[in-house]
C-alpha cells in the first residue's frame, strides 16, 4: 500500500504545490479557495473543544476562511481531508431536515 503524504486542497482534493510557508492570502490554483484554514490544518478534529487538538488557540468562526492562527501547519495526505467535508455535509443535511428546508 502507498501512503500519500502529499498536501491537498480540502475543497477540491487537489495537490497543492508548497514552495514557501503558506500565508492567510494564499489560494488554492484549482479551486480558488483559502489555503490557509482550519479544514486544511493537521490539528483540525471535529470531537475536540473548539474543533482544534491545539492547546489554546483561539476560537475561529469560519473554519473555511483564511486565518491567522499560530498553530496552523498543514495537513499531509489525502484521506486526512475527507472527515471535515463529510462531517460538513452531514450536519448541513441533519439541520435542512430539522428545519424542513
Same mark, same amino acid.
Given at each position: 500500500?502507498?501512503?500519500?503524504?502529499?498536501?491537498?486542497?480540502?475543497?477540491?482534493?487537489?495537490?497543492?504545490?508548497?514552495?514557501? #510557508?503558506?500565508? #492567510?492570502?494564499?489560494? /488554492?490554483?484549482?479551486? *480558488?479557495?483559502?489555503?490557509?484554514?482550519?479544514?486544511?490544518?493537521?490539528?483540525?478534529?471535529?470531537?475536540?473543544?473548539?474543533? /482544534? #487538538?491545539?492547546?489554546?488557540?483561539?476560537?475561529?468562526? &469560519?473554519?473555511?476562511?483564511?486565518?491567522?492562527?499560530?498553530?496552523? &501547519?498543514?495537513?499531509?495526505?489525502?484521506? #486526512?481531508?475527507? *472527515?471535515?467535508?463529510?462531517?460538513?455535509?452531514?450536519?448541513?443535511?441533519?439541520?435542512?431536515?430539522?428545519?424542513?428546508?
Amino acid at each position: 500500500m502507498i501512503v500519500d503524504e502529499g498536501f491537498y486542497c480540502y475543497k477540491c482534493k487537489k495537490e497543492v504545490l508548497m514552495e514557501v #510557508r503558506i500565508t #492567510r492570502f494564499d489560494t /488554492c490554483d484549482f479551486c *480558488g479557495v483559502d489555503l490557509r484554514v482550519c479544514f486544511n490544518c493537521r490539528f483540525h478534529d471535529l470531537s475536540y473543544p473548539n474543533e /482544534c #487538538r491545539e492547546i489554546g488557540t483561539a476560537y475561529v468562526r &469560519e473554519r473555511d476562511r483564511g486565518n491567522f492562527c499560530a498553530s496552523f &501547519e498543514f495537513a499531509k495526505g489525502k484521506d #486526512r481531508l475527507s *472527515g471535515a467535508e463529510v462531517a460538513k455535509d452531514e450536519v448541513k443535511s441533519k439541520l435542512d431536515a430539522l428545519f424542513k428546508k
